[in-house]
């Protein structure tokens, strides 16, 4: 073994768990460093109090004046917990969080100073950040962006520092991050959902979208990862070949946690209490070192926010424990990626969870209503629902052979299946009496029992009914579920919209009854939408035959999925819907595209540099020792040592051959780079990455895995799978 990596697994089994400390309840400790509502209370003047309450659950805007009482709480309320500084916490399109630090601190002349925090400085501020990506939004029409206070996300400290969760817009109001499309989109799903509600139930006056992650991620040791330059750079393990134990034996999954991972765990959970992330789940997931956390669901918009956060403890508090967090969704070949399942479902003010099972019939046509209308939604929209997931390192499990397929598609079950079946064939027009008791007594009203044993579960689905949730598995470990989230949203929001409006027709000219007129409108959307619906093995090659001739997309790399997001189906979907606007639907576009490219870019760079840098020359001094090992059997043996060093003499050109398949390889990647460095039009560049430049990686690959093997262990100088992944 390289000293290296020797050094590195020495430290790596020397390290002993930190151990964790809890005196305290979880329940006593969490959210402790939130500003909720009884902190609000406690803080805030009447006034102020009802001002943030209103915005919160009405969206109404808060007065300046107001804005500076909130401040001023706030401010007690965080210097109470030892905070100096505050800072607007959003999240640029760059896929993490940003935060640009404040101190409250503020001179006064004479030698003194005080604590100062305004009510502008809580509602609005410019952070330089030109250089967060844009699309050529601020570029065309103002220099620089602003963040401003989102209420409906209640601030929190961190360490020492307030954080303010914010949108981060242009001058002109062009959105430059995640959350203000999400915000929109929340605003169209409720709207078109409270109006569909009023069939049910006059009393909905709002509905909120829930979220429910489930974040899959690899626990490395620290300085086992340091030694592998691929995953400091990109995340994932360029090349490696695979251990010789694996996940075969499935005695990972579900197993007794490692004794340092868990007191990481701990360690975590106690941060996510104190910051208000309901985190309940822990356990071990399929690969080794593979784990997955998930928290109680909750409003999108919050959930979003906890996600985003999350990920940023994890790896804070991965630092304390000597580990490093891969949240790359294939951070090892061979061996199981990592995604994040969105469960997602549509609750009202009045406690209905409008994809759950009712009491009443007409509270269960309600659920078809809402079920019915989502998969509607998903087949008309399904190129953009792909496209909502896609990115460079997503694309190594859709797509790939790995779970979900790069097909969209919605399983919901054998049981609800049948019902649909039988709505399929509801008469046209007026129903007579007795339909309808039928209809009331043996289709809608088995629902609930059908919902209660929708224990049937089919794992290689991208988008599947769970019982009283979709959940919208193929989202990848690395995402921000707000990309997904306002994409489904706005889809099921225009959906609804149209619903009402088709629905209302039958009512007002041909006189139907409501729920008529709902049966008929519903048994159309499952004739039209039938071709979503899959049941079978997503992962089979049939089934891409089989969409294939549905009609299916089936787009595998992520230059050709993004397309979706600016067809002209698409832009007027966003537009229609309030969500974006050309402008921002372009941008996005072409920031998604080109960091697409900067990711090859950077893994072909790094693949090189390993490949030339550090393979070659090791394979080298292996032939060296080698050659002179045949050469001094020729010294001793004479014309006789061709026997003796036959197998030596094999390896010699085997190796020989190996690098030379690395250096033309890695050569022809490079020129391959240049050509598509030099191309100004980013979708060709694009492609260019993608069809031409990322194909070397697996031939390179190749050639310096076998090397793995052939190479005396000594010499290597990459920490190896089984020493990453059985390290515990
Ligand atoms: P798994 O998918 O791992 O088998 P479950 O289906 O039990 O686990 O739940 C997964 C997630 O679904 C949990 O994080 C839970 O909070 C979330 N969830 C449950 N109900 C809802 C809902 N109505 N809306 C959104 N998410 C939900
Ligand atoms: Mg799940």
């Known amino acids: 073994m390289s000293t290296l990596r020797f050094y590195a697994i020495k430290k790596s089994l020397n390290r002993k768990p930190i151990k964790i400390e809890e005196k305290e309840r979880r329940s006593a400790i969490f959210g402790r460093n939130v500003f909720n509502e009884d902190e609000?209370?406690?803080?805030?003047?009447?006034?102020?109090?009802?001002?943030?309450?209103?915005?919160?659950?009405?969206?109404?805007?808060?007065?300046?004046?107001?804005a500076d009482h909130i401040s001023t709480g706030m401010k007690e309320w965080a210097i109470s917990?030892?905070?100096?500084?505050?800072?607007?916490?959003?999240?640029?399109?760059?896929?993490?969080?940003?935060?640009?630090?404040?101190?409250?601190?503020?001179?006064?002349?004479?030698?003194?100073?005080?604590?100062?925090?305004?009510?502008?400085?809580?509602?609005?501020?410019?952070?330089?950040?030109?250089?967060?990506?844009?699309?050529?939004?601020?570029?065309?029409?103002?220099?620089?962006?602003?963040?401003?206070?989102?209420?409906?996300?209640?601030?929190?400290?961190?360490?020492?520092?307030?954080?303010?969760?914010?949108?981060?817009?242009?001058?002109?109001?062009?959105?430059?991050?995640?959350?203000?499309?999400?915000?929109?989109?929340?605003?169209?799903?409720?709207?078109?959902?409270?109006?569909?509600?009023?069939?049910?139930?006059?009393?909905?006056?709002?509905?909120?979208?829930?979220?429910?992650?489930?974040?899959?991620?690899?626990?490395?040791?620290?300085?086992?990862?340091?030694?592998?330059?691929?995953?400091?750079?990109?995340?994932?393990?360029?090349?490696?070949?695979?251990s010789a134990k694996g996940q075969q034996l499935d005695d990972h999954y579900f197993g007794t946690i490692p004794n340092r991972a868990m007191q990481y765990m701990r360690d975590l959970e106690t941060e996510c209490m104190l910051l208000g992330i309901p985190v309940k789940t822990r356990h071990n997931e399929v690969a080794p070192n593979q784990f997955e956390l998930a928290p109680v669901y909750d409003e999108a918009n919050l959930a979003v926010d906890h996600n985003s956060l999350l990920m940023d403890v994890m790896d804070k508090v991965a630092e304390r424990h000597d580990f490093k967090v891969l949240f790359h969704e294939k951070p090892f070949k061979g061996v199981n990626g990592s995604g994040k399942h969105n469960n997602w479902s549509l609750s009202t003010n009045t406690g209905v969870n409008l994809l759950g099972p009712g009491k009443t019939p007409m509270s269960n046509l309600q659920f078809l209503t809402f079920f019915i209308n989502t998969i509607k939604a998903v087949h008309d929209n399904e190129e953009l629902v792909r496209a909502s997931i896609a990115s460079a390192s997503n694309d190594h499990r859709l797509g790939a052979n790995e779970a979900p397929p790069a097909i969209i598609s919605v399983f919901i079950g054998e049981q609800l299946t049948s019902v649909l079946d039988e709505l399929q064939n509801v008469t046209n027009g007026k129903l007579s009496p007795e339909e309808k008791t039928d209809l009331k007594l043996n289709v809608v009203g088995k629902i609930p029992e059908i919902l209660l044993d929708n224990t049937d579960r089919n794992r290689t689905s991208?988008?599947?009914?769970?019982?009283?949730?979709?959940?919208?598995?193929?989202?990848?470990?690395?995402?921000?579920?707000?990309?997904?989230?306002?994409?489904?949203?706005?889809?099921?929001?225009?959906?609804?919209?149209?619903?009402?409006?088709?629905?209302?027709?039958?009512?007002?000219?041909?006189?139907?009854?409501?729920?008529?007129?709902?049966?008929?409108?519903?048994?159309?959307?499952?004739?039209?939408?039938?071709?979503?619906?899959?049941?079978?093995?997503?992962?089979?090659?049939?089934?891409?035959?089989?969409?294939?001739?549905?009609?299916?997309?089936?787009?595998?790399?992520?230059?050709?999925?993004l397309k979706a997001k600016v067809s002209k189906k698409a832009i007027k979907?966003?537009?229609?819907?309030?969500?974006?606007?050309?402008?921002?639907?372009?941008?996005?576009?072409?920031?998604?595209?080109?960091?697409?490219?900067?990711?090859?870019?950077?893994?072909?760079?790094?693949?090189?540099?390993?490949?030339?840098?550090h393979i070659v020359p090791t394979a080298v001094r292996y032939q060296n020792i080698l050659i002179e090992n045949v050469k001094g059997l020729k010294e001793i043996y004479g014309t006789g040592f061709k026997k003796l060093a036959k197998e030596q003499m094999a390896l010699i050109e085997e190796i020989?051959?190996?690098?030379?398949?690395?250096?033309?390889?890695?050569?022809?990647?490079?020129?391959?780079?240049?050509?598509?460095?030099?191309?100004?039009?980013?979708?060709?560049?694009?492609?260019?990455?993608?069809?031409?430049?990322?194909?070397?990686?697996?031939?390179i690959r190749y050639h310096c895995d076998k090397l793995e093997l052939l190479v005396d262990d000594e010499l290597w100088p990459l920490t190896k799978y089984r020493e990453l992944l059985f390290t515990k």
């Open 573 to 613: 979907l966003f537009e229609d819907m309030n969500v974006m606007n050309k402008v921002e639907s372009v941008s996005r576009y072409e920031i998604e595209v080109e960091e697409y490219v900067l990711h090859i870019q950077i893994e072909g760079r790094v693949l090189g540099d390993i490949a030339r840098n």
């Open 81 to 242: 917990k030892g905070v100096t500084h505050y800072t607007h916490w959003f999240q640029p399109l760059t896929g993490s969080t940003a935060e640009k630090h404040d101190a409250f601190f503020e001179p006064i002349g004479n030698g003194r100073a005080i604590e100062k925090f305004g009510g502008g400085q809580l509602v609005q501020q410019e952070p330089d950040a030109s250089s967060f990506p844009n699309g050529g939004i601020r570029n065309t029409f103002e220099a620089r962006g602003y963040t401003a206070w989102d209420p409906t996300s209640p601030a929190f400290v961190y360490g020492t520092t307030l954080c303010i969760p914010t949108v981060f817009v242009s001058y002109t109001g062009e959105a430059l991050d995640y959350k203000t499309p999400l915000l929109r989109a929340l605003q169209a799903i409720d709207t078109a959902a409270v109006d569909v509600c009023k069939y049910f139930d006059k009393n909905v006056k709002k509905v909120n979208a829930s979220l429910g992650w489930e974040q899959e991620y690899f626990l490395i040791d620290r300085g086992l990862a340091a030694s592998r330059p691929d995953i400091q750079l990109t995340g994932r393990t360029l090349l490696g070949h695979s």
């Open 656 to 699: 020989s051959g190996h690098i030379e398949s690395i250096n033309s390889n890695v050569t022809k990647m490079t020129n391959e780079r240049k050509k598509a460095n030099n191309l100004s039009d980013l979708e060709l560049k694009a492609h260019a990455y993608c069809n031409l430049v990322k194909p070397f990686f697996d031939e």
């Open 462 to 561: 991208p988008f599947a009914f769970t019982g009283n949730k979709f959940e919208f598995r193929a989202v990848g470990s690395t995402a921000n579920c707000a990309n997904p989230m306002t994409v489904l949203n706005t889809i099921v929001a225009n959906q609804l919209i149209e619903f009402k409006k088709e629905v209302d027709v039958l009512i007002d000219n041909k006189s139907l009854k409501k729920d008529e007129a709902i049966f008929n409108i519903l048994r159309e959307y499952i004739k039209k939408s039938k071709n979503i619906l899959f049941e079978g093995n997503g992962y089979g090659q049939a089934w891409e035959i089989e969409a294939k001739k549905r009609g299916l997309s089936n787009f595998k790399t992520t230059p050709e999925a």
């Open 40 to 66: 609000m209370r406690q803080y805030l003047t009447k006034e102020a109090f009802n001002s943030v309450m209103d915005a919160i659950q009405n969206g109404s805007k808060i007065d300046r004046g107001v």
